[in-house]
């Protein structure tokens, strides 16, 4: 283990600034959820430079490649490659030239460290006992996520065991460290959009009108008590109205229609059902009773992320291993949410947190900011685990 472990290191600290000059040019040409073009021919080139030539296309962008002998168990190792529409803020010289559109979550690290880890894994592809499957995967911030679109597609088939890896980047922790929890870690999202309507008219005579101002108020509160009273105080729960707005107006008009939109995130599938269910009986309540209509429309997002527990505690020891135990930190329950939950509902899969932030704390911007970055010596963790994990199996 300690000679694989060497090895492994050797390599990482070999390619260290190729990996970063990828993971710079992913972050310079930014594209987003579904439009990847760009960056699905660079990966590519990035493959055949290897010597990979064994790779398949899906869902217009995604990319599969293979290393091993595919009669072996699988293992998938998956990266998403899609930005975020932020206008980026940092003055570096591998700034976004793409206005407008920002790799703020990391996927250009998660690509990297994929392009790396593969570069280690094809040069030990006889010593495998799995078959590698490597995931380049679009539109993972952008219903209805190109991992549902992937599964759809074929991702999975050919029997036999198969398992997953993923990870991502995670400010709260310093680059070097990683972070593991097992079972359910990730919550499901879903969106509300809702148009109440009612009778506009002048501000001063609101007897003749049917103002859906108060009426959007009330069901706001009203709903805000389904989760502090219809839901188990033991479920996190959370439901958020992050936009409302009418259309014209002025201090002494009334308008005919205000739409909200909103979110709606838990970790558990039936709860997640009835509370779809009470939204709806709500909101129709609250505009009868005031003679207004109500157009709800819950878009359903992204189920929970399940981390497996046994294959989890395997990685985490691998990542022990690996990293030492004091680098390896148990880490809590998230309410964002994550496409690669797809996956954990069809395989067992284990979804891991990468440090990001350097010991004298400069890279502390959250994620979907526009002043996220990273320490690139992440990327000696990133590749180097995720190329051990795949090894060891």
Not at 333 to 339: A, H, P, Q, W, Y
Not at 352 to 363: E, K, L, P, V
Request: hydrophobic fraction near 35%.
């Amino acid at each position: 283990m300690d000679r694989l472990i060497s090895k492994i290191t050797g390599l990482v600290e070999a390619n260290h600034h190729q990996v970063v000059g990828i993971r710079r040019h992913l972050h310079k040409h930014p594209e987003l959820s579904f439009q990847e073009h760009e960056t699905s021919a660079y990966v590519q080139e990035q493959l055949k430079a290897m010597g990979i030539n064994d790779y398949r296309i899906m869902v217009n962008t995604g990319i599969v490649a293979t290393i091993g002998n595919p009669s072996k168990p699988r293992i998938y190792l998956r990266a998403d490659m899609d930005a975020l529409p932020i206008t980026e803020a940092n003055t570096v010289d591998y700034c976004s030239v793409n206005k407008g559109v920002m790799h703020a979550c990391g996927h250009d690290v998660h690509t990297a460290t994929l392009l790396g880890a593969m570069k280690i894994l094809k040069s030990m592809e006889s010593e495998l006992n799995h078959c590698i499957y490597c995931v380049f995967q679009p539109g993972e911030e952008l219903l209805p996520g190109g991992a549902s679109l992937m599964i759809k597609d074929g991702l999975f088939q050919g029997g036999g065991q198969a398992r997953m890896i993923g990870n991502h980047v995670h400010p709260p922790l310093k680059a070097g460290q990683v972070g593991f929890k097992s079972g359910i870690y990730m919550a499901s999202a879903d969106e509300i959009y809702l148009d109440v309507i009612g009778k506009g008219g002048h501000g001063a005579i609101p007897h003749q009108c049917i103002d859906p101002l108060p009426i959007v108020a009330e069901i706001i509160t009203s709903l805000q008590t389904l989760v502090s009273r219809n839901a188990n105080p033991s479920m996190p729960t959370v439901l958020t109205f992050g936009k409302i707005n009418s259309d014209g107006g002025a201090t002494n008009i009334i308008p005919s229609k205000i739409s909200l939109a909103g979110t709606f995130r838990t970790f558990d599938e039936e709860w997640r059902q009835e509370a779809h269910q009470l939204i709806r009986q709500r909101v129709e309540s609250v505009c009868t009773a005031h003679g207004a209509e109500a157009n709800l429309e819950i878009r359903v997002g992204y189920p929970s992320l399940y981390n497996d527990p046994k294959f989890t505690d395997v990685c985490q020891q691998g990542a022990i291993e690996y990293l030492g135990k004091d680098q390896v930190i148990d880490i809590p329950l998230r309410t964002t949410s994550e496409d690669f939950a797809y996956y954990s509902q069809e395989v067992s899969s284990c979804f891991y947190r990468i440090g990001t932030d350097s010991a004298d704390g400069h890279y502390q911007s959250s994620v979907h900011t526009p002043t996220f970055n990273v320490d690139e010596d992440c990327l000696l963790t990133s590749v180097g685990l995720m190329a051990y994990l795949a090894v060891r199996g």
